[in-house]
């Protein structure tokens, strides 16, 4: 009898690879807090919280309770004309915590599509007013917003969107205000920002995931936002990674003064039970859209916007992350993270550490191309399933982004693997 990663791979195809060269996929049957378990039962310690989205743990019996609740109760209806009781409550859970601007809460299911909500929003807005020319946006250089086509076009370009680049509609970039470089991104929106074709700036807050998990700080983008605003362009927050805790506060906008007037969320919304996605704004946004004119309408939609059964798990998950336990997880990883960074910063065959919340990403150096495609990003992801852990190399740069219930024994795992990484950098030959 075939196996099961034998007939995945007869039936399948898997996200981001090379379906021709790339090993079998291992088989997951099993999760328990941050562990997967294999098909023959080898164990693996999910370091990067199953591609950002695990907040809690694998199987937390807490969401899977409320879960099988609402499953008995309704499962589905549709959000156009009608409403049901977790869609109400998450929304208004959700704006208690969110940045006091924002008002409406908008519902789709993952987060390239609250993305795209939130492009639509900021053109229909300047279209309602009379302002059509205004559909420019503004973003970074080597931002990540999702692979549907508007937002891929307000992406990073490079070899994932180069066979789409001639149905991406044109964008202004700005490079990326990593510390040291903050005036030369001011200069370089300054230069822009007049221009009366621009509508938005979209933005990964603090920290660009596939970029390579870089940082900057709350200070420039406060300054970027202001003069975005000044200038009348609406501010937009991509939040579907950085939501729910992963910075050290509840949202990375939770360190701003200026706030983005529209926010999209996902990935940990439900905990990592099942895919939510949001998109919310400022109340001057959504009165925009109102009016006699059925034509003023936002027109986006999807069969399963608001699902029971996907609101009843972000409820779940939501009541864990206000508890007073995870904000203690947080500080306790975050703490260890600072401590492992302090260690590993300067030592040879390191580059650079990043470190923000739950988040810590090690640049190794090396003389190669450091590109998501280097044979040193499929040596160091190899190394971790060697050693039982799942990570994902970004090239050269690994990052460790664990479930908040990563006890200290799972994160000190994750540190050895780092510093077996740095050895094999250092000495290729003796560490394989």
């Not at 596939?210 to 003069?227: F, K, N």
Request: hydrophobic share 45%; with cysteine.
């Amino acid at each position: 009898m075939p196996t099961l990663a034998e007939r995945d791979h007869a039936v399948l195809w898997h996200p981001y690879t090379q379906m021709q060269t790339a090993p079998l996929p291992i088989p997951i049957v099993r999760g328990e807090g941050a562990w997967l378990q294999a098909e023959d039962g080898t164990r693996y310690l999910d370091g990067i919280s199953s591609w950002w989205v695990n907040l809690h743990g694998h199987a937390h019996p807490h969401i899977a309770r409320r879960v099988s609740e609402q499953l008995h109760t309704l499962e589905h209806v549709l959000f156009a004309g009608f409403t049901h009781p977790g869609a109400v409550e998450l929304a208004e859970q959700l704006l208690e915590i969110l940045p006091p601007n924002q008002a409406r809460v908008f519902y789709s299911d993952n987060g390239s599509t609250a993305v795209e909500v939130a492009l639509k929003m900021v053109l229909q807005y300047f279209h309602n007013q009379g302002q059509p020319e205004r559909r420019t946006f503004l973003c970074f250089r080597d931002s990540y917003h999702g692979d549907t086509f508007g937002a891929m076009s307000v992406s990073g370009r490079g070899a994932f969107t180069a066979p789409f680049a001639p149905f991406l509609f044109d964008v202004e970039f700005l490079d990326v205000p990593v510390p040291g470089r903050e005036a030369e991104v001011l200069a370089q929106l300054d230069a822009l920002a007049g221009r009366s074709d621009l509508a938005g700036f979209i933005f990964e807050p603090l920290l660009l995931g596939t970029a390579g998990m870089l940082t900057y700080g709350p200070d420039v983008l406060d300054e970027l936002l202001r003069r975005c605003h000044a200038h009348g362009l609406l501010c937009i927050a991509d939040e579907v990674m950085t939501g729910f805790g992963r910075t050290g506060r509840l949202f990375a906008s939770d360190y701003l003064t200026e706030l983005p007037d529209i926010l999209c969320l996902s990935k940990g919304l439900t905990g990592g039970t099942m895919a939510l996605g949001l998109t919310t704004c400022t109340a001057a946004v959504y009165d925009a859209f109102l009016s006699e004119d059925r034509l003023k309408t936002l027109f986006h939609g999807h069969s399963y916007t608001a699902n029971p059964i996907a609101c009843a798990a972000a409820l779940a998950s939501l009541e864990l992350t206000r508890a007073p336990a995870c904000a203690a997880q947080l500080v306790r990883i975050s703490t260890a993270h600072a401590r492992v960074a302090h260690e590993l910063q300067g030592q040879p065959g390191v580059r650079a550490v990043r470190h923000l919340g739950t988040v810590l990403a090690v640049e190794f150096a090396v003389e190669s191309t450091t590109s998501y495609f280097s044979s040193l990003r499929d040596q160091l992801y190899a190394l971790a399933l060697a050693r039982r852990v799942i990570l994902r190399p970004l090239g050269n740069v690994v990052y460790l982004m664990p479930p908040y219930c990563t006890t200290d024994a799972e994160l000190d795992l994750l540190y050895d693997t780092l510093r077996a990484m740095r050895q094999l950098v250092l000495n290729p030959v003796a560490a394989s």
